[in-house]
Nanobody, 114 residues
């Protein structure tokens, strides 16, 4: 199993970023996918979840209405569209899949600062 995140960077408050996570080594379309984030000195927190076919999504209260999780099963990729970014969204963002055990990507840094 391999998960590779991309799309992070430095953005001003109010800006947008789109994260991608390319998956391989498993049947992507069979599994729910998740995005987590971890800010310095804080525990890793669940940001968003999407079911295997993409029909159901769930979000942390802190990002509801600003972030959108989606997936393209033909491309084995899950996305996180982040709008109206705030300084408190600054963190390393990870994608995750649970196949008996949890698998993680290497993470991508998102920094929201003026």
């Amino acid at each position: 199993v391999q998960l590779v995140e991309s799309g992070g960077g430095l953005v001003q408050p109010g800006g947008s970023l789109r994260l991608s996570c390319a998956a391989s080594g498993f049947t992507f379309s069979m599994y729910a996918m998740r995005w987590f984030r971890q800010a310095p000195g804080k525990e890793r927190e669940l940001v968003a979840t999407i079911t295997s076919a993409g029909g159901v999504t769930n979000y942390a209260d802190s990002v509801k209405g600003r972030f959108t999780i989606s997936r393209d099963n033909a491309k084995n990729t899950v996305y996180l569209q982040m709008n109206s970014l705030k300084p408190e969204d600054t963190a390393v963002y990870y994608c995750n899949v649970i196949i008996t055990i949890p698998y993680w990507g290497q993470g991508t840094q998102v920094t929201v600062s003026s």
